[in-house]
């Protein structure tokens, strides 16, 4: 029980590091978004300002268009001719800057979301952390944290160690309790070793004397918590076996994260060192804000200048980075979708065992500790907003 409590207590003190956490997620959601909201309200007044040249340019058009139609002079006619062209040029480099712009408000939108992601990924990875919160679910699994069981199982030991010379299947199971023992204090409840277990259990029941009518009982009621016990292990393990397949994403996630990073910092110029002093490791929210705002700037000064030096394949250049951003975002989201799915298969498991006379009492600790988990994933984490959210990073021309 002493060990149980202790598993209880770091999952609380895991949990409640986690809300700290969320909470600066969701001051640095604020964040991102006033400088998105930033950038696209610079974009929709570059617009504005297009929308009125083109307005212009096109009644120009139409003005000169008519005078040429109605115009008798030659020299009239070229001269108009003439001022059509240069109109037109003005209206295909107003046309050019436009693009300009919405390629610098994109690259804008995709720096100051990759580099928010710094900051996205820590909650996400101390949320794969309090998995430990789930450890707690071992503890049940484990025999030994219920009453008697440990005094019960020093004397169904005894029965094995008396009679395996003369039983291989004691023999064998006297093996795999010693080996599991040495690993992890536990009893062997799955697989192959629960079987014999329950064969080895079996026997001791059955050759308890009528007399001991107080031990063949316990022994009974052990034998029924170890079978209810072996089964939610087994399915137990299913799940627990998911959390290593998350924690591998996150991992590549984490890798793909610096790569991008690392790219995308060396293309706008900024040193990765300031970057980690003025924004990974700075509190005040105000300088974070004015530290992304400079790099803003910065970037759409780098798309300009890509666009002078490289006439033909500046475009191409940021099209990458812009897509390669995306893909990082929404791997992000899948992650965070899979958490998800995984705390509700853990509600199912839960709700199986629920009724079950041995481990009910155990269920509801589990399932009120589980709901509190899943609110705190929920106020932190919205995957399908997240996600739905990606699609719509970049304006289209």
């Not at 000169?64 to 040029?89: G, N, Y």
């Not at 794969?128 to 440990?150: H, I, M």
Request: glycine letters at 2%.
């Amino acid at each position: 029980m002493k060990a149980f409590l202790l598993i209880l207590l770091c999952s609380f003190y895991s949990l409640s590091l986690f809300a700290q956490t969320t909470d600066s997620l969701s001051s640095e959601k604020k964040l991102r978004e006033k400088l998105l909201n930033d950038i696209q309200l610079n974009l929709d007044k570059k617009n504005n300002t297009l929308d009125s040249t083109l307005k212009k340019i096109d009644t120009r058009v139409d003005k000169i268009d008519s005078l040429l139609k109605t115009s008798t002079s030659a020299k009239e006619k070229a001269d108009k001719l003439l001022e059509r062209v240069q109109v037109v040029e003005d209206k295909q480099r107003a046309l050019e800057e436009n693009e300009l712009n919405i390629y610098q408000a994109n690259y804008q939108s995709a720096i100051i979301n990759l580099l928010s992601m710094e900051r996205e990924i820590k909650p996400l990875v101390l949320f794969n952390a309090t998995k430990n919160f789930f450890n707690e679910l071992t503890a049940v699994s484990n025999p030994n944290t219920y009453p008697d069981y440990q005094e019960w199982f020093k004397k169904f030991k005894e029965y094995i160690q008396k009679n395996k010379k003369n039983d291989i299947s004691l023999r064998a199971l006297n093996n795999f309790i010693t080996i599991s023992e040495a690993v992890s204090s536990a009893t062997p409840l799955t697989g192959v070793a629960s079987q014999m277990m329950f064969s080895g259990m079996s026997s001791y029941i059955n050759n308890i004397s009528k007399r001991e009518k107080e031990l063949k009982a316990q022994s009974e009621a052990m034998f029924a918590l170890t079978v209810s016990l072996s089964q939610f292990t087994d399915d137990k393990d299913k799940i627990e076996h998911e959390w290593d397949v998350i924690t591998k994403s996150l991992e590549s996630l984490q890798e793909y994260y610096e790569k991008v990073l690392t790219r995308n910092l060396s293309i706008i110029g900024v040193d990765k060192d300031d970057f980690i002093n003025k924004f990974s490791k700075e509190n005040d929210a105000d300088k974070r804000y004015l530290y992304l705002s400079s790099v803003r700037q910065k970037t759409a000064t780098v798309v300009s200048n890509l666009k002078s030096n490289s006439p033909k394949e500046w475009k191409e250049k940021i099209y990458y980075e812009l897509a390669d951003i995306q893909v990082l975002k929404l791997k992000y989201g899948e992650i965070t979708s899979q958490i998800n799915h995984h705390i509700s298969q853990y509600e199912t498991l839960i709700k199986k065992y629920k009724n079950d006379k041995n481990l009910s009492p155990r269920m509801d600790l589990l399932d009120s500790k589980l709901s509190a988990l899943k609110d705190t994933f929920d106020k932190a984490f919205e995957p399908a907003e997240y996600t739905n959210s990606i699609y719509r990073m970049y304006k289209v021309q």
